[in-house]
């Protein structure tokens, strides 16, 4: 490793203009050439302004009151320009999507080329070479609207590639990513480290980072630098917790079942750690909630688009109280059986039973009173100015008493711990106040299922334990049957009895989520990534099955 | 969301026409259409008109889309024509130096000789610079667009804009279907069978205001990732779009240019040494 050093902060603090309090403080950092360095911190600490200070963001395009320096190959960042900088330094943003601003994958990775008047010969020849590096060169003439977001991801990375730009900065790469192209761009940015490049990237998807070495970790926190060292000293002080970060899972299940873990090896890497045996208590199957009411069942319903079939021959019956996980791979038919259920999108064989009523006999809105679908994203879902209006908003549209929508009201603003904030403007609420509230609209309609599409997704972790916490507690308040679609393999693991695993449109499982998120073959037949359980178990020599459900009963039980 | 929805190609067109350059399209058409828009001169607009529907059966456009909208088209110029003769019977004979035969009568209005040509030619007028748009929709780009308004010494700023703007109608387009059966959902209906046009259309406007937030949140991003790769940076750019001239391109541009000598003589004799001659008649 060379020793020059790359990117310079030396006591250095900004604050917005648009902000009273500096958002960084006191940063001391050197980030050498070549080196690997990967920045954490949960939302708010300042990871994300602390990347639009190294990609020069800040001072040109965010202003503020800069203290101290940062320097950029030894060069103060404010004596060059955003354009000086990218050619030194390339940055990937987090929305793979909205940077995608041409119209095909080659126009986009030649956009940088195109702003420098460089001529067409030589532009094609560049745009080869850069795609090339990243596996796109059968891509080139594809529209945005036909790529993945890792494919998105990917041109964005080529684009910023050209001209042996020196560093390359990622904002949270993994963010959008399914767990297999996560996997698959971790190690496509070792791949370009191994080249000799410098790689910053900023994450909190800690345990997806680390399954290929970095130099350095660093830790942010209320805008300053808590930790800066190696991987294996984070974990063994145990930091993650108090920065608000998520250990690796199979830390997380060696310290539930207290082994004794041998300090002198590292344990960033599981595979090569020494774990001593423990004990673990036979499997005991869990109690049947089969025997409750049957609210939802599909019976051989299959749907295609364009003679594409999307869902084919599906059945399964879902019963009140249970809580559901919905997993896939992206285009296995997860939104499309959710679209089914909610009767966007109707069956063309088989039939759909809600509540032993036919569901081809109602309306979108009347089955919307039973079954409640919690987008993604709230911004989709919010239609009014205020959380009380909000709610009120589908009351309002259904009932004429206005006492019997007021007490309603109040009821579901108690449910959804935000009756403090009834009359704030939702302009004013974090992403996780602003999900509560989202699920808030729909308790409104009484509805006996409530299907949350990927609720957490690139959220961290303090975030995704606010938001699950809120959702185990209602769930535990009012028995609804709860369905989660996800691609967040600890979210089902620890939130979810049952899943429901789709490939290729066919429902290929339906039992116990412990069981699915053990079984390798099955998980690979569903192109998902098994968790770093499975791992523990095949190195320990203990069932992945029973290790599952004993870690999962501990770790509620530790909560 | 595929190719060639509402209206926007993203992959060139492969015919003749698709193939052009973006700097040899946006000229042509140009010209094209000033020429229409210029002229009432049936001798003019008529072999336009020809030339374009060639063109268009090559492009192969949409069945669906093209039938609604040239239904939508049609009824509309009918109905204007028919306006124009309501407010003034004889404005045939305005343009035509004053000559006056009537054909017949339709209750107590006439019908002159002059009128009925010159109606015709201006619907045939409109019709036409309405296939030559569509021509121009189907076969090209939005990239092409940018390339080719950048030729024609447009700022490269605006046309980047207008290019940006053709990328995120179908991103957009899809959040607002993900907000309307989320409200939909909810209770707000929007069937056309169960509410009224104007209560729809006061339902799809309560969806606007989360539609523009949104909206406005991927501005700031779009914005960054413009800047960051250098956008503005030169007062001129190169464009990966625009292929080196083939001989089809080279052909098309000495046409632009016989057509845009051809109608600028002609526009600047018509509307300056002879602001009085008549529109030319089969029979004058």
Redesign the interface.
């Known amino acids: 490793m060379t020793s020059r050093p790359f990117i310079q902060f030396n006591n250095f603090t900004f604050r917005y203009d648009s902000q009273t309090e500096p958002t960084l403080i006191d940063i001391n950092l050197t980030i050498h050439e070549g080196e690997k360095v990967l920045i954490l911190g949960q939302s708010g600490s300042g990871k994300s302004t602390l990347m639009h200070c190294m ?3 800040i001072p ?2 965010y202003p503020g009151e800069i203290k101290g320096e940062c320097l950029i190959q030894n060069q103060p960042s404010t004596s060059l ?3 000086k900088i ?1 050619q030194r330094c390339g ?1 990937i ?1 987090q ?1 793979s ?8 994958v ?2 986009d990775v ?12 030589i ?2 020849e560049k ?1 080869k070479e850069a795609t090339s590096k990243v596996h796109m060169s059968d891509f080139l ?1 594809q ?4 790529l993945s977001g890792g494919q998105k991801q990917k041109v964005a990375l080529a ?2 590639l050209h001209d042996e730009v020196e560093g390359l900065l990622f904002d949270e790469p993994l963010a959008s990513l399914d767990p297999v192209s996560a996997k698959a761009a971790i190690e496509l940015i070792d791949e370009l480290h191994q080249s000799g490049k410098t790689m910053i990237i900023i994450e909190h998807r800690f345990e997806d980072v680390i399954l290929k070495e970095v130099d350095r970790v660093i830790v942010m926190h209320e805008g300053r630098i808590v930790y800066d060292g190696d991987v294996d000293q984070l974990l063994k002080l145990s930091l993650c917790s108090k920065y608000g970060l998520r250990e690796p899972l199979y830390l997380q299940a060696l310290k539930t079942f207290n082994v004794p873990l041998d300090s002198q090896q590292s344990w960033a890497f599981l595979s090569s750690m020494i774990i001593p045996a423990f004990d673990l208590p036979a499997l005991r199957p869990d109690v049947n909630t089969q025997s409750n009411e049957c609210v939802l069942s599909f019976n051989h319903v299959s749907f295609q688009y364009d003679e594409r079939p999307l869902i084919q021959d599906v059945s399964f019956n879902l019963y009140q109280g249970e809580r559901i996980a919905l997993i896939g791979e992206n285009g296995a038919g997860k939104s499309t059986l959710a ?1 089914l259920m ?1 009767g ?1 999108l109707r069956p063309q064989e088989g039939n759909i039973m809600l509540l032993n009523q036919e569901s081809s006999a109602l ?3 009347q ?3 039973k ?3 919690v ?1 993604q ?1 709230p ?7 205020s959380v009380e209006e909000e709610i009120l ?2 009351l309002r ?2 009932h004429k008493d206005e006492e019997l929508i007021q007490s309603k009201l109040i009821e579901v603003l108690v449910m959804s711990d935000l009756k403090p904030m009834r009359r704030w403007p939702v302009k004013a609420l974090s992403y996780g106040q602003k999900k509560r509230l989202t699920v808030a ?2 308790l409104a ?1 009484s509805p006996d299922i409530l299907i949350l599409d990927e609720p957490t997704a690139g959220q961290d972790y303090a975030h995704y334990t606010e938001i699950m916490s809120f959702l185990e507690s209602l769930h535990k308040k009012t028995q609804l049957t709860f369905i989660f679609i996800t691609h967040d393999m600890h979210l089902a693991m620890e939130h979810t009895d049952r899943a429901l695993v789709l490939s290729q449109g066919k429902l290929i499982y339906d039992g116990p989520t412990f069981m699915a998120l053990s079984d390798e073959s099955l998980m690979s037949q569903a192109s998902l990534r098994p968790t770093s359980l499975l791992g523990l178990a095949q190195q320990t020599g203990h069932d992945p099955a029973t290790l599952a459900y004993h870690f999962i009963k501990e770790f509620h039980h530790g909560q | 969301m595929a190719n060639n929805t509402m209206l926007i190609n993203f992959k060139p067109n492969p015919s003749f026409l698709g193939r052009l350059n973006g700097s040899t399209k946006v000229p042509l058409f140009a010209v094209v259409l000033t020429a229409v828009l210029m002229s009432f001169d049936i001798r003019i607009i008529a072999p336009i008109l020809l030339l374009s529907s060639v063109a268009l059966s090559t492009l192969k456009p949409n069945k669906t889309i093209l039938k609604a909208s040239m239904i939508f088209f049609v009824v509309l110029n009918v109905i204007n024509i028919i306006l124009f003769w309501l407010v003034d019977p004889n404005v045939g004979s305005f343009y035509l130096g004053g000559d006056r035969t009537p054909l017949f009568n339709v209750g107590n209005m006439v019908l002159t000789q002059e009128s009925l040509w010159y109606l015709s030619v201006r619907f045939i007028k409109i019709f036409t610079s309405f296939m030559v748009s569509l021509v121009f929709i189907f076969s090209i780009t939005p990239s092409q667009l940018a390339a080719g308004l950048a030729s024609l010494k447009v700022p490269p700023k605006i046309a980047a804009i207008i290019s940006l703007t053709f990328r995120f109608i179908p991103d957009l387009a899809n959040d607002f279907q993900l907000m309307k059966i989320s409200l939909q959902a909810r209770g707000l209906e929007l069937d056309a069978s169960k509410v009224n046009p104007l209560e729809r259309l006061k339902r799809n406007i309560t969806l606007l205001i989360p539609f523009l937030l949104t909206s406005f949140n991927r501005v700031e991003v779009v914005a960054n990732a413009l800047d960051l790769r250098g956008f503005g940076h030169q007062k001129k750019r190169t464009y990966y779009v625009e292929e080196p001239p083939t001989l089809a391109d080279k052909l098309m541009k000495g046409l632009t240019w016989l057509c845009l000598f051809g109608v600028m003589s002609y526009v600047i004799y018509m509307n300056t040494l002879a602001p009085t001659q008549d529109m030319w008649a089969f029979w004058k």
Request: glycine share 8%; net charge negative.
């Open positions: 990609n020069g963001l040109f395009s320009s955003l354009f990218g940055s943003l929305d999507d909205a940077q995608f601003v041409s119209l095909s080659g126009e030649a956009f940088v080329l195109e702003n420098q008047n460089i001529e067409r010969s532009m094609i745009v003439t529209v945005p609207f036909q684009g910023v679209k909610c966007i309306s979108i809105a089955i919307g009173q079954i409640g679908l987008m994203n911004n989709h879902m919010i239609a009014k100015q908003f589908a549209l259904r609209a729909i309609l």
